[in-house]
């Protein structure tokens, strides 16, 4: 086996270890490591939760005493600087390790290539850039909280095969299957909130929680985010009913609270939090409401519909990836809605392209995914 394709089987072995961490560690990014002697794997580790040991350390404490004069492949640059715990850097150096192979650099300030040069400064053989752009798909969140304050935006439908997500009369339950239904579950216990405009929320009274799946443990529900510019949801249906279960956050504007104060008093009453952010032609600023979810520390959101939202989202570039379940149902009824209803008078040079498309059988059902920008 050449080096190359030695230094990728080894730096697999660590992305696999890193996606162990998936909705255990954010905002920290997954990280996993491997420490090699020849050909041999003498320890490895992944980073498995928030304040937790790094994915370096934990494959050099594995390791022991083979670490020394031992490669390491670790699927991020060791950090550098102390946070919650000690610099990787020094654990590094402490082992012994000859060599060091990071898939990517991390683009966080307080790293920024330093990790890797000051392991060279101290004698250590380095390298980067292996298998990089799995690792970046991998961390796309944490990438672009780094670069823009914003959680990653997951857009997620299921529709018939002729594209209806519902019929005339607003009846969707069910088009997917329990089995897709399960896997929505999965994808959103890793999700710091799953998100819906308020025309879902009072025509379909959605719980958005966890429920066919098991909550990731320590981590509990994820939020669930209403957008709502004329404060329409009610504090005695779901999900509002349930805030104090599960937090619920209502987004909506300065004016619609000073027009609404009874239904915002009891929109409080009953547990949620309300939101002030800046109005848009869509009824709320979309990109205020990221804003303020990236201040939250939030990485992942699931947007879960309904049609004007994700034809909004679509329309402003907000959205990064899509998860799509096509269901092989043919409804056939022209008022029927379909998936994203945003401005009238695009055309198709407006149409956004997806990349790196996926198509897995769930069930009966297809689920399509895809990138739809840089993250």
Excluded at 192 to 205: M, Q, W
Aim: charged share 25%.
């Amino acid at each position: 086996m050449n080096a190359p394709d030695r230094d990728e089987r080894f730096m697999q072995r660590a992305l696999d270890l890193a996606g162990r961490g998936l909705g255990r560690v954010e905002p920290n990014p997954m990280v996993g490591a491997v420490v090699v002697q020849g050909d041999r794997i003498v320890g490895e580790g992944f980073h498995a939760r928030f304040g937790g040991p790094h994915a370096e350390v934990a494959a050099l404490q594995q390791a022991g005493q083979d670490a020394r004069g031992a490669e390491l492949f670790v699927s991020l640059e060791p950090c550098c600087h102390r946070g919650k715990t000690p610099p990787c850097t020094d654990a590094v150096l402490a082992a012994g390790v000859r060599r060091v192979v990071a898939a990517m650099t991390d683009p966080f300030p307080q790293v920024c290539g330093r990790g890797l040069e000051m392991l060279r400064q101290a004698g250590v053989e380095t390298a980067a850039g292996v298998l990089e752009e799995k690792a970046r798909r991998l961390n796309a969140a944490y990438l672009k909280r780094v670069r823009t304050g914003r959680p990653l935006v997951i857009a997620k439908w299921a529709m018939t095969l002729d594209g209806r997500i519902a019929t005339a009369a607003g009846d969707s339950k069910w088009i997917s299957s329990e089995e897709s239904r399960r896997r929505v579950h999965e994808v959103r216990r890793a999700c710091d909130a799953v998100v819906v405009g308020a025309g879902t929320a009072v025509a379909d009274e959605p719980q958005l929680t966890v429920r066919h799946a098991e909550p990731l443990a320590g981590r509990g529900q994820p939020a669930r985010a209403v957008l709502d510019a004329r404060l329409a949801v009610d504090a005695a249906r779901e999900p509002a009913r349930s805030a104090r279960e599960v937090p619920v956050i209502i987004y909506t504007t300065a004016d619609a609270l000073a027009r609404q104060a009874g239904r915002a008093e009891a929109l409080r009453a009953a547990g949620c939090e309300l939101a002030a952010a800046a109005a848009a032609p869509e009824g709320v600023s979309l990109q205020a409401v990221l804003d303020d979810m990236g201040r939250r520390g939030w990485s992942r959101v699931l947007v879960e519909g309904g049609a004007h939202l994700l034809g909004s989202l679509f329309a402003a570039h907000l959205a990064d990836r899509v998860m799509i379940f096509l269901c092989p149902r043919i409804l056939a009824s022209g008022g029927a809605p379909g998936p994203a209803a945003g401005p009238d008078g695009r055309t198709l040079a407006d149409a956004m392209p997806v990349s790196d498309l996926s198509v897995e059988r769930i069930g009966p059902d297809l689920l399509i995914e895809g990138r739809l920008g840089e993250f």
